[in-house]
């Protein structure tokens, strides 16, 4: 156990003692992730390549005889108690314990006798920065209730259940990526995941191997018009596909891109349409980089997906391309936004060395122009949703 999720593991366990007296049966962790590359793909049954992060939601738990699930979490202070009626059917509880109780009524749902529990939830995924902290409540809390209940829900199924229980409980229709890399994810690793069919591949991403790091920048720009853009954006990619005759734009090769683009009369889905071709394209050309142990030439792969958010997709914020730009300029070898955007993240491909001076000019680049300090994390890929020793 790191140093990081040590400390966030001890405030849980500290969090429910105080509480609930006594000691947790245990504590589970999940982690917050980033997407390497491949954004708005996942709904174009396209391809993604997240890899998890060292930063961790925590879960300390145990059993409770009633059929009853109580919660505090750090975060609010703030301790929330349901029951069965609660989880009989979506939407009964919300707030942040919506995401607890969705993952109890996803998990009654599919037949699992769900044990009562009491938990109590610390982290240090930061909420609303594009890093999945409601993928890693999620996982963590899912993780816990399957130990606790003895219940067999193999891996590759457990995705699933965590996202219907944010699309249909919480009402928040995110794709499979989130808990995908939350639960799955390796340490060291990549997941290549092929949002068509779900199935997953563990690709090597050994940076310290290679000298490098990923810095994480957090734009802090507030999200503008996030939802009603993202939805835009999804009815567009499915306008192409429609024109085009095929059943999702995963379906266009990049070898037949300019035939396809040309059967297209409108020139904003013409845009759209050859930033998810041409991104599924630099996910597979990534991938087969990284099989090949050349970590460091992915980088201009990753400045070619900014260029292709910011100028085809339009998705980017005054913020963000000034953090790719300032990290470039410093010497990153590569750069991208990642997630939704419209706000969020930076990725930074660096020098492990140079993360300082790289964080340094993004912070001077932003203080020139006005904006909010940016918050900035060297990190490397990390295990996913697991029991704490």
Do not use: K
């Amino acid at each position: 156990m790191t140093d990081p999720t040590r400390a966030v593991a001890d405030r849980a366990a500290a969090g429910f003692t105080t509480q609930y007296g006594g000691q947790a049966a245990g504590r589970w962790a999940a982690p917050g992730r980033v997407n390497l590359i491949g954004e708005h793909t996942d709904y174009n049954e396209g391809f993604v390549l997240p890899f998890a992060l060292p930063l961790q939601t925590v879960v300390a738990a145990d059993r409770q005889d009633a059929e009853q699930w109580t919660v505090w979490s750090e975060l609010s202070d703030e301790t929330i108690t349901f029951g069965a009626d609660d989880v009989a059917e979506a939407g009964r509880v919300t707030g942040w314990g919506a995401y607890v109780a969705g993952v109890v009524w996803a998990l009654r749902e599919a037949g699992h006798p769900v044990p009562g529990a009491r938990l109590a939830i610390a982290s240090d995924v930061p909420l609303g920065a594009g890093l999945s902290s409601s993928a890693a409540l999620e996982s963590a809390v899912l993780a816990a209730l399957l130990d606790l209940g003895g219940l067999e829900l193999p891996a590759e199924s457990q995705p699933r259940l965590a996202q219907r229980a944010e699309n249909v409980y919480v009402g928040a229709p995110t794709g499979i990526m989130d808990q995908s890399a939350s639960i799955r994810c390796r340490a060291g690793h990549a997941l290549f995941l092929d949002c068509r069919d779900e199935s997953v591949e563990q690709i090597p991403f050994d940076l310290d191997a290679a000298g490098l790091a990923v810095l994480v920048i957090d734009s802090r720009a507030p999200h503008r018009h996030a939802d009603g853009e993202y939805a835009a954006r999804r009815r567009s990619c499915e306008a192409g596909a429609r024109a085009l005759g095929v059943a999702a734009l995963r379906d266009v090769g990049v070898d037949q891109l300019d035939t396809a683009l040309a059967r297209l009369d409108d020139e904003e889905t013409r845009r759209r349409v050859r930033h998810v071709v041409t991104e599924d394209q630099r996910v597979l050309d990534t991938v087969a980089l990284l099989r090949a142990a050349r970590v460091r030439d992915i980088g201009p792969l990753l400045t070619a997906s900014h260029v292709s958010m910011r100028d085809d997709f339009e998705i980017t914020v005054p913020e963000i391309d000034t953090a790719v730009e300032a990290a470039l300029a410093a010497g990153a070898l590569g750069a991208r936004m990642t997630g939704g955007g419209f706000g969020g993240c930076v990725l930074a491909l660096i020098d492990a060395d140079r993360a300082d001076e790289v964080a340094a000019a993004v912070t001077a680049a932003y203080a020139e122009r006005g904006f909010t300090a940016p918050g900035t994390l060297t990190v490397l890929p990390s295990p996913g949703a697991t029991r704490l020793p």
